[in-house]
């Protein structure tokens, strides 16, 4: 007996650690989402719109690519191989299709913090200025990436820890509205950032709490040092950006091409400086030399990391966090699935490998994505294709660029942010759903503007989740009793034969950015495994069927329950009597819930409703206005499906969601 366990054991024992080849397939396919896609991609329909998506990507590449880097207070050519080698590892192992990954404004922003702290400007002029080292340029620009290298590979490094500790679970806690502060605040930064090239102005580096009111302050003390010919360059590039990109916007669907504003401008502006000879006759400022070629990859300097952990912490969370934003709206917009694990190791990497090649820290761009979007891409594909552009700039077109004046590609970085900019329009519905979401977003935009983005996002979780945690003592359970008692009720007094399918889902506890996606996820399980069901259920089929997600019947078998499952359109119920409070999370989860099952065949009705919860919905969600939503109780909804929908068998359940925890 003792050596048949100890058989049963060993065998048991070698089939857990004995990897299989499917396995090994089937993780490389996990963790390499390329090799999910690729083999299936279809030539013939994607190949050209990806093409033209990846040349106009290509074009903004270069240009954000250009002027982020100096955000970074690197040398502007950093910025093309930011463009490039971090785009190529998250098309390997990113998930997100229209996610373009490269130089991006808040990390360049935070990494320029460390580049000023260790490497000052007032230092230069001690340092030697030979040529000798990688690309022919100075120590000092040498010392500067140095520092931005570190930045990047500390942070992926960062991001790939809290891969292995699957931490991607836990981003539920940073919600729709502390992303769209913190971001707004960082565009606000950006630009803020960029007054004195617009100005032409000489200007000390500014940081820390409160630099952004110290910026403008010295402007206004040194006003009379603004040059005019930037300023009206400036004024200039802004209309003629806004003005084209808004026309493309409005006409793009009659236009097959849309015309690439960016490039055209960055041509003009580099023809007219170097015929005009600004650089020297107006004092305007160039981007100036741009090697040729990509260096040899170099190791990061590892005695400098304990120096900018701060920085790197930054670059990790608000990297991942606005990418992630990025990466579920696509996959929202085009029904497909990413996994937040996989995203921490794709932008992970990205910054580790490219950090190899004097990239500065990464992420994904709302600007970039916005273009994949509207230029029609369908995969990955058109961002490797802008990489091949990328490259011919980096070795070909890069010296053209000398004459770029710096006040044009300062335009070019405002005009960019935009869609960050107008998130300011978001505070109109947040305080028609949940006016607590809107005290949030202030509160985490103030932070953010006094500080720092990373201290920003980090009051808004801490914030969002005290709130939370304050709220949900008041929440109350739905009364069993009550629910059975109003079974027995519709099912006396109403003809069964006269009703089409009725699934009655009772919510018992408050729908929140903590339990929202798992509210989601159950309620879709609900109505799919109600249509597949086209067989008759024998015993034990029923009896899984009337207590899916813990139902009320605690697993014993209810003879009431219908033989079968027709294909016919079915309802869906949702009492709310427990629905004691949400936020904007759990109403956006509530109208994506009533636009999936309109889209399935399934009506959506409501039941006990709040007047509150009535105008949140009803101004978030474009829900259907010819027909009732809303109800004073269940007993009225079922009496609207009887008197307007009649079928021929009547399939009536009541079930409970779980108590959804803090956990969840």
């Known amino acids: 007996m003792t050596g048949a366990k100890k058989k049963k054991k060993s065998m048991l024992w070698g089939k857990m650690h004995t990897p299989q080849c499917e396995d090994i397939i089937q993780w490389c396919r996990k963790r390499l989402p ?43 050519v950093f910025g093309l191989y930011g463009s490039l080698f971090p785009a190529i590892i998250y098309a390997i192992f990113g998930m997100g299709r229209h996610v373009a990954t490269g130089t991006f404004a808040l990390t360049s922003l935070i990494s320029a913090n460390a580049v000023e702290r260790i490497v000052p400007q007032n230092i230069q002029n001690l340092t030697t200025q030979s040529n000798t080292s990688v690309l022919g340029l100075s120590d000092f620009e040498m010392q500067r990436i140095h520092v931005a290298v570190a930045v990047s590979f500390l942070g992926g490094v960062i991001q790939v820890a809290m891969f292995v500790l699957q931490l991607g679970s836990a981003t539920f806690v940073v919600t729709e509205p502390v992303i769209s502060a913190m971001t707004t605040g960082a565009a606000t930064h950006v630009v803020t950032s960029q007054v004195k090239y617009l100005l032409g102005m000489k200007m000390p580096y500014i940081s820390g709490p409160l630099g952004f009111f110290y910026i403008y302050a010295y402007v206004f003390e040194n006003i009379k040092s603004v040059r005019l010919e930037a300023l009206l360059l400036s004024l200039l590039s802004i209309v003629v950006l806004v003005l084209v990109k808004e026309l493309n916007e409005q006409f793009k669907k009659k236009i097959k091409v849309v015309l690439p504003v960016d490039l055209v401008l960055i041509i003009a502006a580099s023809f007219a400086c170097y015929c005009t000879n600004m650089e020297n006759t107006y004092g305007l400022e160039v981007v100036g030399r741009i090697p040729q070629g990509i260096p040899s990859p170099r190791a990061p300097p590892m005695n400098i990391l304990s120096a900018v952990i701060t920085e790197a912490f930054g670059v990790a969370l608000v990297g991942y966090v606005a990418s992630l934003a990025l990466a579920q709206g696509s996959a929202k917009k085009f029904k497909y699935s990413i996994d937040d694990n996989q995203e921490f190791l794709a932008h992970g990497l990205s910054n580790i490998v490219s950090s190899f090649f004097f990239c500065i820290p990464s992420a994904a761009a709302m600007g970039r994505t916005a273009g994949l979007y509207s230029t029609g891409a369908k995969t990955q594909v058109a961002c490797l294709i802008s990489c091949i552009f990328v490259l011919i700039v980096i070795y070909a077109i890069g010296p053209l660029l000398y004459w770029l004046p710096m006040c044009v590609l300062a335009s070019i970085i405002v005009v960019g942010l935009k869609g960050m900019l107008i998130q300011f329009r978001d505070l109109k519905k947040y305080w028609n759903v949940d006016k607590i979401d809107w005290g949030i977003w202030v509160s985490t935009y103030v932070f953010t503007i006094c500080f720092a983005a990373n201290v920003g996002l980090l009051f808004g979780v801490v914030c969002t989740i005290a709130i939370v945690i304050g709220r949900f003592p008041r929440a109350m359970t739905l009364s069993i009793k009550n629910m059975k008692e109003m079974e027995f009720k519709v099912k006396t007094e109403m003809d069964s034969e006269n009703l089409q399918q009725v699934k009655i889902i009772s919510i018992n506890n408050p729908l929140v950015f903590l339990n929202a996606k798992k509210f989601y996820t159950d309620l879709m399980n609900i109505i799919q495994k109600e249509n597949a069901c086209n067989q008759p259920l024998d015993d034990t089929s029923k009896c899984e069927q009337n207590t899916l997600l813990n139902s009320l019947s605690n697993g014993n078998c209810n003879e009431e329950v219908s033989q079968s499952c027709p294909n016919e359109k079915c309802s869906l119920i949702l009492d709310c009597s427990g629905f004691t409070f949400f936020d904007y999370s759990g109403v956006s989860m509530l109208v994506e819930v009533y636009m999936d099952c309109k889209g399935r065949s399934v009506d959506v009705l409501l039941a006990h409703c709040t007047a509150s919860l009535i105008k949140a919905m009803t101004y978030y969600g474009n829900l259907d206005s010819e027909k009732p939503i809303f109800f004073e109780s269940v007993s009225a909804a079922i009496s609207h499906i009887h008197s307007n929908k009649a079928s021929d068998k009547l399939l009536f359940g009541n079930l409970d969601l779980p108590k959804m925890s803090l956990l969840s």
């Open 34 to 76: 390329i090799l999910d896609w690729a083999p299936h991609y279809n030539l013939k329909e994607n190949l050209l719109p990806d093409t033209v998506s990846g040349i106009m990507l290509a074009v903004q590449q270069v240009t954000q690519g250009l002027a982020f880097a100096v955000l970074s207070s690197v040398h502007p």
